[in-house]
């Protein structure tokens, strides 16, 4: 039995890839993180060492993770209490996710991020699906303070280049579709992210993004949703806010309620 100060990888695992996830703050010293450089998703690494410069900054509930669950998680997450912020240590760190097959991304896919911790992102203005689905991802399982810019088609390569901002859903950059597959598809491929619900929303969504309407049932839903997002925003970043509670229920769907079906009326007759 966990103490109050931990939650299992079982827990932690259903509350990923949810609005209200918290922060995954990976502390592993180098020698362990060299020996496997893959990350909780959506987890950023900082160092013990500096803590007391570092908690501050944390402004939601977060869960530490180290190696093996012990004093690196536990400290940290001492320091992050005392500084006000709501903390609890993976139990059985790092090797015990790993031992449940929790979702692992290589960090060498992650890219370079500023001076705030932050991955920069940019592609095409006006999104519909794909440019919706992949930040969707991002903020959720790679890294949920990602910044996403919006810009003129013609002028992806030239921002993405002068901001260190990297490029997706565009042509001839690695984040883009594949053959038969979306962005969203190669994004969950490259990062690592090949569970069950997110690889049947990956269905859906490029059921949508490349009309192909017979993939899954649920793509002309998506397709629509989509669109109607599209014409009642007419900012890129409030469209985007929007598009991800729409994800959000998509994705709960795909994990938890499949087999679920409605009927009206649902009370027995005479009652």
Known sequence: ?????????????????????????????????????????GSIRKDYRSVAAWAPSITGPAVIVC???????????????????????????????RRASGMLVADDKIPSR????????????????????????????VDPSAVFLFVPASEV???GDRFAATPFD??????????????FDVMVEEFGLQSDPLLHLAKIVRGADTDQPDLAPEVPGLLAASLG????????LEQLEAGMTLYD?????????????????N???GQ
Not at 170 to 183: A, I, K, M, N
Request: charged letters at 25%.
């Open 267 to 269: 009370a027995r007759a």
């Open 249 to 265: 229920a998509f994705y709960r769907w795909c994990r938890d309620a499949t087999a679920e079906t409605h009927n009206w009326p």
């Open 114 to 141: 500023d001076g705030q911790d932050r991955t920069v992102w940019v592609t095409r203005s006006r999104p519909k699906i794909d440019r919706i689905a992949c930040p969707w991802l991002i903020r959720r399982f």
């Open 157 to 159: 390569s030239l921002v």
């Open 170 to 183: 565009v042509e001839d950059v690695f984040w883009s579709h594949r053959g038969e597959l979306c962005t």
């Open 67 to 97: 190696q093996q669950g012990k004093k690196l998680s536990h400290g940290v997450a001492a320091h992050l209490r005392h500084a006000g912020t709501q903390a609890e240590v993976l139990e059985g760190g790092f090797e015990a996710w």
């Open 1 to 41: 039995m966990p103490s109050f100060l931990e939650i299992t990888p079982d827990k932690l695992s259903r509350i990923l890839g949810t609005p209200g996830a918290p922060i995954l703050i990976d502390v592993r010293v180098d020698e362990d993180f060299a020996a496997d450089p893959r990350l909780l998703p």
């Open 229 to 236: 997002l599209s014409r009642m925003y007419n900012d890129d």
